[in-house]
């Protein structure tokens, strides 16, 4: 299936093998009533002399920087009876919508189904390598509706279906991306999206959620906070956001956990873009207010932020008197109990180094693009996890090279590292391998457990993970379960999370060798236990 712009140029931005199956479905009752969006309805439900100290407090602020607050408009529309009428429900929305910033040269593509439609808004002019990450990610939030949106219709038919006047209901979804150039080398990437079901013959927003990426300019690798901003970043931006949540909204709006969820934590303000004016935080439904209520998005002027922004972007901080551990993954790419590691780095600002096997290079090519973009490191774990040692110096040579290629080809860069299936080595391993090889310091046998609880003891029961390289695998699903308790509990712990050759780099001193074995700090009494 193809995007279509209103002009009727075809766009292959996504194919879709989806909604295919649409031949004798019967005709959409049609409703002649126009789209009625509801104004947006006044937030402030506050007594009129508070209200004037709010917009007094709101003026000044204004005057020091520029400072904006997006609320999510409660659209509410009819069915749509055709492609002409969904496309003009689509374009209203699209401008309405203000949770993305502003940003010009967007357009909107739509992919029409009589049951199910999407939109999608974004700008043809963005950069080649992000247009490519953007355009999977797009992929797929579209597919995950369209698998949900199936599947709750044949749960109806199940139950309806023999009634004379079933027909499916409607699902919409709009996707709303944009990039932001920041001037500072950084460069941002939003996607926002509004998902929407027919009830009673009208079309009811059922959820949203917004993702940021920031990436270098160049290499579209996922800078660290620490590269763009000064360490009271979060703090800064925190303590404007709160405040102004609290002036602008009533109490009864906020979620329960709504104040737990402006904590200063990476985990609260992981979701924003730079640009020239300042920065914009988003938070989920849910997160900050009620449930329903929408994402919420705030702008935080440049002037706010001050000397918080840094001036250009410096190279991946570590602060070296701080611990640090490497995570690390073997057997991938792998599919979806990867993408959950994947997810959970990506929610902490960690990184791990992940040990991929060149014949799943190919199968598994998002998930190795994902994780590069993320700045994790990528490692060689052999072609197809031969026993390295029971090998000769040609066939060696033929496992480490076949992968490097396979990986070059999709991230345009070869392995750094890497570990040899089973830790089986030797002399002539490291030689004819002619890389840093890595093994472990924790093992969590993850792979004979396959329970996340001893997965997650094995780690946490360790005395001091300072320097430590801890062995996963990135296909089981209790690894990714471990991954999502064990990340938070480092991170609170204090320690930072960085790839092997950050963490051999900032132990030793030097860089990873070729040739040589790396292993982690290994403690004596532990060395002895294990
Ligand atoms: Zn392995």
Same mark, same amino acid.
């Given at each position: 299936m193809k995007y279509r712009t209103k002009e009727g140029e075809d766009r292959e931005i996504q194919q879709n093998p989806a909604a295919v199956e649409e031949a004798e479905r019967p005709q959409v009752i049609q409703v002649e009533e126009e789209l009625t969006p509801k104004e947006e309805t006044p937030k402030k439900k506050k007594k009129k002399g508070v209200l004037n100290i709010v917009l007094a407090i709101l003026a000044i602020l204004l005057a020091v920087a520029s400072v904006s607050v997006y609320l999510a408009p409660q659209l509410l529309f009819k069915v749509y009876s055709d492609e002409e009428e969904f496309q003009d429900h689509a374009d209203?929305?699209?401008?309405?919508?203000?949770?993305?910033?502003?940003?010009?040269s967007r357009v909107v593509t739509y992919d029409y189904g009589e049951d199910i439609a999407v939109a999608l808004r974004f700008d043809p002019s963005d950069d080649e390598k992000l247009a490519v990450f953007r355009d999977q990610r797009i992929r797929e939030a579209e597919e995950d509706f369209r698998t949900r949106a199936r599947d709750e219709e044949k749960a109806r038919k199940a139950k309806e279906g023999k009634k004379l006047l079933y027909r499916p209901l409607q699902h919409v979804l709009f996707i709303d991306t944009a990039v932001y150039e920041s001037g500072t080398g950084a460069r941002s990437l939003a996607i926002y999206t509004e998902e929407y079901a027919e009830k009673d013959r009208e079309m009811v927003k059922v959820a949203s959620d917004v993702d940021t990426w920031l990436f270098d300019g160049e290499e579209l690798k996922k800078l660290n906070p620490a590269q763009v901003f000064m360490p009271d970043y979060k703090e800064k931006a925190s303590g404007y956001i709160k405040k102004y949540l609290q002036e602008n909204y009533s109490e009864d709006q906020f979620s329960p956990e709504g104040e737990k969820s402006l904590e200063v934590a990476t985990e609260n303000y992981n979701k924003y873009i730079l640009d020239d004016e300042g920065m914009t935080f988003f938070f989920n439904d849910g997160e900050v207010l009620k449930e329903g209520e929408g994402v919420v998005s705030v702008d935080v002027g440049r002037k706010l932020m001050g000397e918080s922004i840094r001036d250009s972007v410096v190279e991946r901080f570590i602060d070296p008197n701080k611990p640090m551990? #490497?995570?690390?993954?073997?057997?991938?790419?792998?599919g979806d109990a990867e993408r959950k590691i994947l997810?959970?780095?990506?929610?902490?600002?960690?990184?791990?180094?992940?040990?991929?096997l060149g014949n799943r290079v190919k199968g598994g090519s998002d998930n190795l693009k994902l994780a590069y973009s993320l700045g994790c490191e990528i490692g060689n774990h052999s072609w197809d996890h031969a026993n390295l040692a029971s090998l000769d110096e040609d066939q060696i040579k033929s496992q480490i090279t076949k992968t490097n290629k396979a990986?070059?080809?999709?991230?345009?860069?070869?392995?750094?590292?890497? =570990?040899?299936?089973?830790? @089986?080595? @030797?002399?002539?391993? =490291?030689?004819? #391998?002619?890389?840093?090889?890595?093994?472990?310091?924790?093992?969590?046998?993850?792979?004979?457990?396959?329970? #996340?609880?001893?997965?997650?003891?094995?780690?946490?029961?360790?005395?001091?993970?300072?320097?430590?390289?801890?062995?996963?695998?990135s296909l089981y699903d209790e690894s990714a379960e471990a991954t999502e308790k064990l990340v938070p509990w480092l991170e609170k712990k204090g320690y930072q999370m960085v790839t092997v @050759?950050?963490?051999?780099?900032?132990?030793?001193? *030097? #860089?990873?060798?070729?040739? *040589? @074995?790396?292993?982690?700090?290994?403690? *004596?009494? *532990?060395?002895?236990?294990e």
């Open positions: 209203q929305r699209f401008r309405q919508l203000h949770i993305l910033p502003e940003k010009g551990v #490497a995570l690390t993954y073997d057997d991938g790419p792998g997810k959970c780095l990506k929610k902490y600002d960690a990184v791990a180094t992940f040990f991929y990986v070059d080809k999709v991230i345009g860069r070869k392995p750094t590292v890497f =570990r040899p299936p089973y830790g @089986s080595t @030797s002399d002539k391993v =490291r030689e004819s #391998a002619n890389m840093p090889e890595i093994l472990w310091t924790v093992d969590t046998l993850d792979w004979s457990s396959r329970d #996340a609880k001893k997965i997650y003891k094995k780690v946490v029961k360790t005395k001091n993970l300072d320097g430590k390289i801890i062995l996963m695998h @050759s950050e963490l051999i780099k900032y132990k030793s001193g *030097e #860089a990873p060798k070729a040739g *040589e @074995s790396y292993r982690g700090e290994v403690d *004596e009494e *532990e060395a002895e236990t």
